[in-house]
């Protein structure tokens, strides 16, 4: 065993599910190409580590929101029928399909992360951050999308904020501050529905996970503490660059080139 | 702030509760195991792999404990989207393992 190898794998978990908590999104986005491409670790490996961090990320930072009563706890159990089911059929399919063919689409949802990271999030008409109605004949367009969100997640190791954000934001017209808890809040249990089966299976390497666990708890607590009030354009659009730069990585991947020489 | 008088006993902060314990629990076992891996090795590796185990049945535990709170405050609606959830997540973890 190398101690080497596990810190880099610590600090890519604090770094990425620091990053997550300034960018909303779960650490997967980040860790799974990290892993890959600088790691040159596996890619059922990194996936099931990558779950075990959102896990990590969702149930560390989850306590202030329901203290809050920002969490919508039964909308987010109602949803969860649609995630958790998304996860089972992920989990099923991440055995069947090739390897390039989730690094293709690895690629696009990064593209989609970067393009809803450039239209920003705007606030809906309707709905104070207390009373939510559930507009019920948009149910089956959130519960879609929501099964989706669970399958991506299950299927590439992300939380699959991508997929849930405009089912909350667009689909059910929730306030933002109630769809982002919500949706951490959810984040937790659809990736343990995937978690548990690639744990099962023998995809989930301790030496891999364990460093990656713990980097992700830090990560997200001080990702709350310090970068609650960062939200500056040029560092959005940083961060746009970072995306697409990572998908161009992914897309060659898909192709079976990596340009990059291993790193640790 | 107004709070909610609906329901008399609130879940959210109790939820709130058990996901901050058991995050502190499963890291700490797993940081305990990445110690002892440095002496023992696969032993070390052992525990860290129980503490991996924790932070899965973690959400799942949140899971069973909305659907205990649900039915004892008579919400068998939601009790039962509660047990319908949980056994996804089981059916997941069997057919997984094979």
């Known amino acids: ?264 | 702030m107004k709070t909610d008088t609906t329901l008399p006993p609130r879940l959210e902060p109790a939820l709130g509760a058990l996901l901050y314990h058991g995050t502190i629990l499963a890291s700490a076992v797993i940081a305990l195991g990445l110690a002892l891996a440095v002496g023992l090795g696969a032993a070390g590796m052992r525990v860290a792999a129980f503490g991996i185990v924790l932070f899965i049945l973690l959400p799942v535990l949140r899971v069973g404990a909305m659907l205990i709170f649900f039915l004892r405050a008579g919400e068998y609606k939601f009790g039962a989207i509660a047990a319908l959830v949980m056994s996804i997540i089981l059916l997941s973890f069997f057919l997984g393992a094979r």
């Open chain 1, 1 to 264: 065993m190398h101690g080497g190898l596990e810190l880099w794998l610590f600090a890519v978990a604090l770094g990425t599910s620091m990053l997550g908590g300034l960018l909303g999104m779960a650490s997967g986005i980040f860790i799974v190409p990290v892993l890959t491409m600088f790691g040159r670790i596996d890619l059922h490996t990194a996936i099931g580590a990558s779950l075990i961090s959102v896990i990590a990320c969702s149930c560390a930072s989850a306590a202030p929101f329901l203290k809050d009563g920002l969490t919508n706890i039964r909308l987010a159990i109602l949803l969860e029928t649609a995630t958790t089911f998304g996860a089972l059929c992920g989990v099923f399919l991440a055995g069947l399909i090739p390897t390039q063919y989730l690094f293709f689409i690895f690629a696009l949802i990064l593209l989609l992360s970067a393009q809803q990271m450039v239209a920003r999030r705007k606030e809906l008409p309707r709905a104070s951050d207390r009373d939510i109605g559930y507009s019920a004949e948009r149910m089956p367009l959130g519960m879609t999308l929501m099964y989706g969100a669970g399958l991506i997640s299950a299927l590439l190791g992300i939380g699959s904020g991508v997929l849930k954000i405009p089912a909350m934001d667009t689909a059910l017209r929730l306030p933002i501050k109630v769809s982002s808890a919500t949706s951490n809040f959810m984040i937790g249990v659809t990736a343990a529905a995937s978690a548990g089966a690639y744990f099962a299976r023998g995809d989930i390497l301790t030496s891999v996970a364990a460093p990656i666990a713990l980097g992700s708890v830090l990560g997200a607590v001080l990702g709350a503490r310090i970068l609650m009030k960062l939200h500056s354009d040029k560092l959005r659009m940083m961060f746009v660059c970072i995306l697409v730069i990572l998908s161009a990585q992914m897309m060659l991947a898909a192709f079976g080139i990596n340009l990059v020489e291993r790193a640790p």
